[in-house]
Nanobody, 125 residues
Framework: QVQLVESGGDLVSPGGSLTLSCTAS????????VGWFRRAPGKEREGVSY????????YYRDSVKERFTIFRDNAKNRVYLQMNSLKPEDTAVYYC??????????????????WGQGTQVTVSS
């Protein structure tokens, strides 16, 4: 069964850290590009971070640069999103998605093959 499962979401105070996991089953995640997306209450879904399946090139949206890090653990068939210095505006449901083919635009949601169910991140004091 092909599946992506996110985990690691939690309630955290401003300035805190979380590491989200995206675990694949039924396929080998290292051969897929992976994007992290989020949807905040009342807002559109937005791309947060991306890691290529070709050269492991990484991309971050401006608002999370220097705070978030995306990386792979191929032995565990996972991609992680380490999030530091969290802010209330980072509150959202976070989703990971996997794409086998090259993407014209890395955050074109319709081009991703598999999606997880999401994990809630709440940043609040």
């Amino acid at each position: 069964q092909v599946q992506l499962v996110e985990s690691g979401g939690d309630l955290v105070s401003p300035g805190g850290s979380l590491t989200l996991s995206c675990t694949a089953s039924g396929f080998t995640l290292q051969y897929y590009a992976v994007g992290w997306f989020r949807r905040a209450p009342g807002k559109e879904r937005e791309g947060v971070s991306y890691i290529s399946n070709r050269d492991n090139g990484k991309y971050y949206r401006d608002s999370v640069k220097e705070r978030f890090t995306i990386f792979r653990d191929n032995a565990k068939n996972r991609v992680y999103l380490q999030m530091n210095s969290l802010k209330p505006e980072d509150t959202a449901v976070y989703y990971c998605a996997a794409a086998k083919e090259a993407l014209g635009y890395i955050f074109a949601a319709e081009d991703y093959d598999y999606w997880g169910q999401g994990t809630q991140v709440t940043v609040s004091s």
